[in-house]
């Protein structure tokens, strides 16, 4: 996975957790996953944390 693919990622996942749209991180784990209480899973203070829980390394 590229850099820009990477952040793609970061900011769809941000997008969805931010607006309360769970069930568009769906896809993200499998085309037939999902999640019925995703909110307990995806609490962080700030992007970098995110990207840490979604196993991303951020650019140094």
């Not at 693919?5 to 037939?32: E, G, K």
Request: charged residues 25%; aromatic residues 6%; contains cysteine.
């Amino acid at each position: 996975m590229t850099t820009a693919q990477n952040l793609d990622l970061c900011r769809r996942v941000s997008d969805a957790v931010n607006d309360r749209r769970y069930d568009d991180m769906d896809a993200l784990f499998a085309p037939d996953f999902v999640d019925h209480n995703p909110a307990e899973r995806w609490v962080q203070a700030d992007t970098a944390g995110l990207m840490r829980q979604v196993g991303v390394t951020l650019p140094q």
